[in-house]
């Protein structure tokens, strides 16, 4: 790894040259450019927006759940509570679930991008 | 408590803390390695690293005390760590890493070309950090007067210490590496007594003995929808305007490796807090005098002498108070870290001796708070902190990562709107104290849209202050690094 020696980051805030300009940064500041670019950052706010409606509907449906079935409190899993299983353990796996589901769309509708302009 | 064990705890998360951050400081050389560790960190320490920031007093003690006061209420709290962080990935992550900025001040000036933006963020930002310390030391003083019996404030002049001494010496790459020690250290701490005590209770059948888990020791009554919502609100918005989180992720090499990075501490998030769960559970059943007597953030570290006497009972409360003293230590340092980076840059030049002069600053304001304020339940106290980043610094965020139509003025106006709505709610809630009504008490979910709201509006009345820079930035944040010819590409 090289080793870039930084001062005072306030200059370098405005866009430090992390990556050097390429051919391709070009083609992104034409008109043609800008159409593919806005519909990456589109398809991207879609996704994120898609993924965080669905983690919240579980999160309400898990709420509701355990609010509205009172005799979940008496049942037992292994000794422990259901509604605690439910709330304290079950919701772990929806975050992860949906963190794993975002990144792989997240990459792919990357990768779509990256084909469509770079084929030119 | 035996207050020899105690206090032989606290020296050897110290002495480890000291020894790992000097080990950095010897391949820290640069400016860039001192404050972002020259981003060549690896997704799993860096991961490791984060969710050591991250789990501060409020999870390691404060969770299983608020689940002891309130039961399944207080499950929400780590559910809403967890899942801020869900927030964190999808909506900034990836684009943050791209900005190529160091701070969230140095995101909004350059994505809204404005120095005063930068200004106003800066001081929320310095407030939102200085609010958060505060609570760690309270749990600081806490632990120490528990287990050896000292005064409070001997406790958060330790920390302070121990937090000064490595921030001032090694910056953020000795950081990393205490910090990623540091989650681990914490996971073992919480894990090795619970594993233990459920070992201890469950019964010839497989199945756990734990009769009165439903019962109420308090007889608290059960937060209403709203306090649920606001609360959900407050930790799932707050968590990706935090300083200290936002700085680590800096450290990957490029957006994708944060999104990877965010997948993993998910991940470590979601095993640490299974710990604190069950040790409320445990709470519940076996020391439910501990609510009672108002000192429920102290279960965690009184359950295992509590249910296991003698050398164990003693080797297992050792562990409960190093791994306390980590959360302390990691999350003071994180903060203090990335506090002193604004601080310096904003009014210090920039500078190592700068940065160090500021972190000296940082470090001690929170501890004058601290001293002169009662603490409260931490994992409360903590969740407001959260709820003012969510209507502060959340709003300019995702606008400006999603939206070209931030203006500087509207940026502004939404900050201090966010910032005067639920500053204004928490002061007054303090004054009324357990009488104020919840939608006072529990202010996020009015005030987060409000910020939003002012925002979006005076952007759209100044839309001609929008910078000409914006179609570039977005660009820049948005668009995938182009694969790095890597040198076995090359040859």
Not at chain 1, 24 to 37: K, L, N, P, T
Not at chain 2, 355 to 363: G, I
Request: hydrophobic share 55%; glycine share 10%.
């Amino acid at each position: 790894m090289t080793r870039v020696r930084v001062t005072a980051p306030q200059s370098g805030a405005k866009v430090a040259p992390t990556r050097p300009y390429h051919s391709r940064e070009a083609a992104e500041d034409s008109d043609v450019g800008q159409v593919f670019v806005r519909s990456l950052i589109r398809s991207q706010l879609r996704l994120a927006v898609v993924v965080a409606s669905g983690f919240l509907l579980v999160l309400a449906a898990y709420g509701s759940m355990v609010a509205l079935v009172p005799q979940l409190a008496q049942m037992r899993l292994l000794g422990i509570p259901v509604n605690w299983v439910i709330l304290g353990v079950a919701l772990y796996p929806v975050i992860g679930l949906s963190a794993w589901l975002y990144n792989r769309s997240a990459a792919r509708n990357e990768a779509r991008y990256r084909d469509l302009v770079e084929d030119k | 408590m035996n207050p020899a064990v105690g206090l032989a705890a606290f020296l050897g998360v110290a002495l480890a803390t000291a020894a790992i951050g000097f080990y950095g400081l010897r391949i820290s050389r640069t400016t860039g390695d001192f404050y972002v560790a020259s981003r060549t960190v690896r997704p799993w320490w860096n991961a490791s690293a984060i969710g050591g920031e991250y789990l501060s007093a409020a999870s390691f003690l404060g969770v299983a005390g608020l689940i002891l006061l309130t039961g399944t209420d207080a499950l929400w709290f780590p559910v809403g760590y967890t899942a801020g962080y869900l927030m964190l990935l999808l909506f900034v992550a990836a684009p943050l890493r791209r900005s190529g900025a160091y701070t969230i001040p140095d995101f909004t000036e350059a994505r809204l070309q404005s120095k005063a933006v930068r200004r106003v963020t800066s001081l929320v930002v310095v407030a939102v950090g200085w609010l958060y310390i505060v609570p760690q030391l309270q749990g600081a003083g806490l632990t120490i007067r528990i287990s050896t019996g000292l005064p409070s404030w001997a406790g958060s002049i330790a920390v302070v210490a121990v937090v000064g001494v490595t921030v001032v010496a090694g910056g953020m790459r000795s950081i990393t590496f205490v910090q990623a020690f540091q989650y681990w250290l914490k996971l073992t701490a919480l894990a090795v007594p619970v594993v233990f005590l459920l070992l201890k209770q469950t019964g010839a059948d497989g199945s756990l003995a734990l009769a009165e888990a439903s019962s109420n020791p308090t007889g608290l009554p059960a937060a209403g929808l709203y306090q649920t919502v606001s609360l959900l609100v407050a930790l799932l918005f707050g968590t990706l305007g935090l300083p200290h989180v936002l700085v680590r992720f800096y450290t990957n090499p490029d957006g994708q490796s944060a999104r990877r990075t965010t997948l993993i501490v998910l991940g470590l998030l979601s095993v640490f807090y299974v710990f604190p769960t069950a040790s409320g559970l445990l709470g519940r059943v076996f020391a439910p005098e501990l609510a009672r007597s108002g000192r429920p953030d102290a279960l965690v570290l009184l359950l295992p002498g509590k249910l296991v006497g003698g050398v164990p009972g003693d080797l297992l409360s050792a562990l409960v108070v190093a791994g306390a003293f980590a959360a302390f230590l990691s999350t003071t340092s994180g903060l203090v870290v990335s506090l002193a980076g604004v601080i310096s840059q904003d009014l210090l030049g920039g500078s190592v001796r700068g940065f160090r002069v500021a972190a000296a600053l940082a470090a001690v304001v929170p501890l004058a708070f601290a001293f002169t304020t009662d603490s409260m339940a931490l994992a409360g106290s903590v969740g407001l902190v959260f709820a003012f980043t969510a209507s502060t610094i959340c709003p300019v965020l995702l606008l400006g990562i999603w939206w070209r139509g931030l203006s500087d003025a509207g940026a502004i106006a939404g900050m201090l709107t966010g910032a005067i709505l639920c500053g204004g709610a928490l002061v007054s809630s303090t004054i009324i104290g357990s009488a104020a009504p919840g939608w006072i008490a529990q202010p996020a979910a009015w005030t987060v849209p409000a910020a939003f709201a002012v925002m979006v509006l005076v952007s759209r009345a100044t839309n001609d202050r929008v910078p000409g820079t914006v179609t570039r930035l977005m660009t820049r944040l948005h668009v995938p690094e182009r694969p790095v010819a890597t040198k076995r590409q090359l040859r």
